[in-house]
């Protein structure tokens, strides 16, 4: 779902420690925190260890991102927010754990 992506996109683009990658193509919004590609890895497991919601990572030229992608016929905006919710407290973790 387009629109659900570019709502993705609009909190990536609120939290000054994420960047968007790519342009949002359909349902598929590719994000990545600023930094180097190894606080991003980390950031992936994470996610993926945390079992609430599943990225996919991906790489291109050197640089590792992430992969948000709504795929579901029934996903709504609160089912983004979640996402974007657990997203940032994983993110959160990795700041305390870099002393930020």
């Known amino acids: 779902?387009?629109?659900l992506a570019k709502l993705f996109e609009e909190c990536v683009k609120k939290d000054q420690r994420f960047e968007m990658v790519r342009e949002v193509t359909l349902g598929l919004a590719?994000?990545?925190l600023k930094g180097d590609n190894e606080v991003n890895e980390r950031l992936v497991a994470k996610i993926?260890?945390?079992?609430?919601?599943h990225l996919?990572?991906?790489k291109?030229?050197?640089t590792f991102f992430l992969r948000f992608a709504i795929c579901a016929m029934d996903s709504q905006a609160s089912d983004v927010k979640y996402a974007w919710a657990v997203i940032q407290e994983l993110a959160?973790?990795?700041d305390h754990e870099n002393g930020y």
């Open 30 to 32: 590719s994000f990545r």
């Open 1 to 3: 779902d387009v629109a």
């Open 92 to 94: 959160d973790t990795l």
């Open 60 to 62: 291109i030229r050197e």
């Open 48 to 53: 993926n260890l945390d079992r609430r919601i």
């Open 56 to 58: 996919v990572p991906s």
